[in-house]
């Protein structure tokens, strides 16, 4: 007798091993969908911030040579009416 419930304590000790591993196994599962979820939105808001931020700089390139075009014949105009 005291053979089989020395087993049955055995199996019962390897059940619980094997329920707290599905457990925990389960709990890091649910967190790395949580850390995938928020790895993703981090990736999304980089993305979205390099997307403005080379948009800026198109914008600001663009604004500085138009500038440029604009102010290269108004100081043309302007040394030419001084000189003459």
Known sequence: ?????????????????????????????????????????IYKNLNSMNLFVGTLQTLTTKTMKNSLLIIKPYEETRSFLFVN
């Open 1 to 41: 007798m005291t053979i089989n419930f020395a087993s049955l304590l055995q199996i019962k000790y390897s059940v619980n091993l094997i329920s707290n591993y599905y457990e925990c196994q389960k709990i890091v599962a649910q967190n790395g969908d949580i850390y995938q979820v928020k790895l993703n939105l």
